[in-house]
């Protein structure tokens, strides 16, 4: 009963240096979705993928990009890190089909997270 | 577009009463709640949708006022368990992405 599955935990980088941080759900769930999270603002979605092979912007898409390897992962990369990227980064997937009502509201689950500090 | 979520903050005692509110400017097709414990991961209690069908957790209730664009969660008889951040998320139409509110901090103390 892994769930969803964020790698790595912890991370440190420097400004200008590139990452990109893994997510894989074993729930056979159709969407998937990036977040980050700060004091104060809640959880901001940044990207999130409705099915395989699509991905659309959410809130705050600037700086990042992802990719919907498969059904099962769904990657987030920094090309170029800014201090302001500095944020505990959620990833979730839920069972939603937006083109089947029936398989629509679906909860989300989430992943423990990644906690990235950029110097 | 961000929902508003008050009290941002609530101090109870064990058994204590409380309601957490999330208000939107903009008509609601459905709101999830979720609740954080410190350096963990949110974890899903309820959603409500528009015409009144609710699902989720048992011990916990929720009422949904399309009227007013406003969710409310009750927690009746808290436990020290209640203790964390809760979250609404607000869908405005039926596509999946959630749009949160900034969250409301509840300590339930013995």
């Known amino acids: 009963n892994a769930g969803v599955t964020q790698t790595p935990k912890f991370q440190v980088l420097k400004t200008g240096q590139s990452m990109t941080l893994q997510c894989a759900q074993d729930m056979n769930h159709n969407s998937m979705y990036w977040y980050r999270q700060d004091p104060g603002m809640g959880l901001r979605l940044i990207y999130y993928s409705a099915s395989e092979g699509t991905t659309d912007k959410g809130e705050v898409p600037n700086g990042y990009n992802v990719s919907r390897l498969n059904k099962r992962e769904f990657s987030l990369r920094l090309e170029s890190a800014a201090p302001s990227q500095t944020s505990v980064y959620f990833c979730?997937?839920?069972?939603?089909?937006?083109?089947?009502?029936?398989?629509?509201?679906?909860?989300?689950?989430f992943g423990d997270g990644t906690r990235l500090s950029i110097l | 577009q961000q929902p508003v979520q008050s009290p941002q903050a609530v101090i109870l005692r064990e058994g204590e009463d409380a309601v957490i509110n999330c208000s939107s400017s903009k008509a609601l097709y459905s709101v999830h709640w979720y609740r954080q414990k410190h350096g963990e991961a949110p974890v899903f209690l309820m959603i409500l949708l528009k015409g009144g069908e609710q699902k989720g957790h048992d011990k916990i209730s929720a009422s949904f006022n399309e009227k007013k664009q406003q969710s409310s969660l009750y927690l009746t008889a808290s436990q020290l368990s209640y203790s964390g951040t809760y979250f609404c998320g607000t869908e405005y139409n039926q596509g999946g992405k959630l749009i949160f509110g900034q969250g409301t901090e509840l300590s339930v103390k013995p």
């Open positions: 979730a997937s839920s069972a939603n089909d937006r083109d089947r009502w029936a398989r629509s509201n679906q909860p989300q689950h």
